[in-house]
């Protein structure tokens, strides 16, 4: 009788171990959401990667993607909300007629989350899906906490 609950009991947590597999994809996901605006507006966006953007957001101006053999990019109008792949970094350009040219990186970080799963070894499994899925990152810019905000200079 012990010996049959013991193996209940087993079974029960190798199965939930197996559910929390990947368990920041789940919750977090794929994708994060980045706002790039500018100052004056208006001014075009041009945001460069390795792979499409799963969604995007609209908000003014459209948003039209040029894909050729090594990268895309996706080009918009300011203020732009746009939701990008975790697992990557991004280049964004911004251009307006009678201003100087800005760019700036939007890079990938580890999310500080991620590294108590390495901790107990019924979790690497999930840890690994979460680092090929893209969930175990953060886009550093284009949050509330750090905005992605370009002040254009006029040129000479």
């Excluded at 087993?10 to 977090?28: D, I, N």
């Excluded at 980045?34 to 908000?59: F, N, R």
Aim: aromatic letters at 8%; one cysteine or more; proline letters at 6%.
């Amino acid at each position: 009788m012990r010996s049959s609950r013991l193996l209940v009991l087993v079974v029960v947590m190798m199965g939930l171990t197996f559910l929390t597999q990947g368990c920041m994809t789940v919750v977090r996901g794929t994708t994060q959401e980045i706002k790039i605006t500018s100052k004056p507006s208006g001014a075009t966006v041009e945001i460069l990667g390795p792979k499409p953007p799963s969604e995007v957001v609209e908000i003014s101006g459209g948003v039209s993607y040029i894909k050729s053999k090594v990268e895309w990019k996706a080009i918009g109008t300011t203020p732009i909300e746009i939701k990008l792949r975790r697992n990557q970094s991004y280049t964004v350009r911004c251009t307006k007629d009678g201003y100087k040219p800005a760019e700036d990186e939007i890079n990938r970080r580890l999310s500080g989350v991620f590294y108590p799963m390495f901790l107990v070894p019924n979790l690497i499994l999930g840890g690994l899906i979460d680092l090929s899925s893209g969930a175990a990152y953060y886009l550093d810019k284009g949050t509330e906490e750090k905005p992605l905000h370009f002040v254009l200079r006029k040129s000479n």
